[in-house]
């Protein structure tokens, strides 16, 4: 019997150009791309953190606070809010040189729909190591489209606990898929 065999044409995620997908979940043509994308992604997480880092920062009943903790509080745009500050349509005091406090009440009133952005608590992790649960490197890799050793540096990066069994190293399926998905 011939081998039954179908094709997925994708466009690449990150350069666009038509490739043929190995898995149904290969989004990226080529190694490189798929680095890329990863590379994004941690570069976006990071900006994240550190705003998060910089709201939770702020004491809940600070009247008046900087702009980059507004831009971290309330997801605005900072040049909107200098823009604000310079037309003096949102007022403000300074404190030192380049230091501009604005309150709060402010911009709450100037921008009703934002509320304060939930810091979203991490949930404590639970996988299973589990061979039967665990896919092997060189699965993630063939699954992924993407070569064993950035799939190891992916999983020490990410911090994803894995298990030696024999020549095999096994990380959880569940933290895997999600790892990838979300790229
Ligand atoms: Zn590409």
Known sequence: MPKAKFEILR???????????????????????SKIAWKRKKDEEKRRSKLEAIAGGVADDADYISVM???????????????????????SIN???????????????MFPEVQAQEIIKQEPKLYSLEPKDCYTIGEIARKYHVDESTV????????????????????????????????
């Open 152 to 183: 190891a540096s992916h999983i020490r990066k990410s911090s994803i606990p894995t298990r030696q069994i024999g020549n095999y190293v096994y990380a959880p399926k569940s933290e895997i898929d999600k790892l990838y998905q979300s790229l």
């Open 95 to 109: 404190i030192g040189l380049h230091m501009t406090k604005i309150k709060r009440s402010d911009i709450e009133q």
């Open 69 to 91: 903790e507004a831009t971290a509080i309330y997801g605005l745009k900072k040049a909107t809010l200098y823009r604000l500050v310079r037309s003096r349509k949102l007022p």
């Open 11 to 33: 466009k690449c995620k990150v350069c666009g150009s038509v490739f043929t997908a190995k898995t149904i979940e290969s989004w990226y043509c080529s190694p490189k791309c």
